[in-house]
Antibody, heavy 118, light 107 residues
């Protein structure tokens, strides 16, 4: 069974940092591009970042570029999101998602909540 | 960046109704369009990929069509479990974007 389990969310002050993790199991993690998608409370889905299977290609939404860093460790079947210079508008549930060849996300984690507030 | 719009933003329908949701891209995205269903407090679920391909395990009452800039998601006969919010997403650009969502609730 495919499982994606996010962790690392919590309450952080504006300007602070947080590192999210996503533990993958049930599939060959090293074969898939992975993504982070977030959802602010009561709002829609926003794509945050993607990383190719071998980390050769990395992309960010303009809203997080220069502040967030996506990475992965294929030996540990894990995906990460380092979030720096956090702002109130980064408050959201962060999901990790497995990508298929068409660019669709067909496996999702349960999400982890990040709250940026003083 | 490619902007995605959806219409309507919300709709009320009854069980058994045929429901159509429209998604439009700000530029041609060929068939790189995906549809998701999300229920409150849950992660999104992939319904349709590549504009018209049904994800495994998704009921056949869901269908997708379109190419270029205009796409539709159709639910042929709305069931109680289909009341949810639906999002389109383009995967043509490496900078992915979602539509704002369409909430389907009970009339």
């Amino acid at each position: 069974e495919v499982q994606l389990v996010e962790s690392g969310g919590g309450l952080v002050k504006p300007g602070g940092s947080l590192r999210l993790s996503c533990a993958a199991s049930g599939f060959t993690f090293s074969s898939y591009s992975m993504n982070w998608v977030r959802q602010a409370p009561g709002k829609g889905l926003e794509w945050v970042s993607s990383i190719s299977s071998s980390s050769s290609y990395i992309y960010y939404a303009d809203s997080v570029k220069g502040r967030f860093t996506i990475s992965r460790d294929n030996a540990k079947n894990s995906l990460y999101l380092q979030m720096n210079s956090l702002r109130a508008e980064d408050t959201a549930v962060y999901y990790c998602a497995r990508e298929r060849g068409s660019g669709s996300y067909y496996s999702w984690g349960q999400g982890t909540l990040v709250t940026v507030s003083s | 960046d490619i902007q995605m719009t959806q219409s309507p933003s919300s709709l009320s329908a009854s069980v058994g109704d045929r429901v159509t949701i429209t998604c439009r891209a700000s530029q041609s995205i060929s068939s790189y369009l995906n549809w998701y269903q999300q229920k409150p407090g849950k992660a999104p679920k992939l319904l349709i990929y590549a504009a018209s391909s049904l994800q495994s395990g998704v009921p056949s009452r869901f269908s997708g069509s379109g190419s270029g800039t205009d796409f539709t998601l159709t639910i042929s006969s709305l069931q109680p479990e289909d009341f949810a919010t639906y999002y389109c997403q383009q995967s043509y650009s490496t900078l992915r974007t979602f539509g704002p969502g369409t909430k389907v609730d009970i009339k």
